[in-house]
């Protein structure tokens, strides 16, 4: 089964921009959907973005419309999720997760099957 590991991660100033990093294990990942998560302790795990596996449809939540780009490059197996205007509400665990039903650009965190192990972004104000 494929997996996925998280990187790009830090902490930047409420204005800034940083870019996630996805990398996944095995080829079979660029037949996936891929979904970027965020979670903060004590709530639930929001949905971020998502792509689907030729890249040409993409899903935003409201919060991160126009701030926030999801891509992928399925020959070198990456997502990424490039955030731009961050916020301090942008503060959490960041996970990079894949959808084995390429025909569909899920949000919910019960439709993905495979999950990275997270990067924290920090946003100071």
């Known amino acids: 089964q494929v997996q996925l590991v998280e990187s790009g991660g830090g902490l930047v100033q409420s204005g800034g921009s940083l870019i996630l990093f996805c990398a996944a294990s095995e080829r079979s990942f660029r037949t996936y959907t891929m979904g970027w998560f965020r979670h903060v302790p004590g709530k639930e795990r929001d949905f971020v973005a998502a792509?689907?596996?030729?890249?040409?449809?993409?899903r935003y939540a409201d919060f991160v419309k126009g701030r926030f780009t999801i891509s992928r490059d399925s020959t070198k197996k990456m997502g990424y999720l490039q955030m731009n205007s961050l916020k301090p509400e942008d503060t959490a665990v960041y996970y990079c997760a894949a959808d084995m039903r390429p025909w569909r650009v899920a949000t919910a965190t019960l439709d993905y099957d495979v999950w990275g192990q997270g990067t924290q972004v920090t946003v100071s104000s």
């Open positions: 792509i689907n596996w030729n890249g040409d449809s993409t």
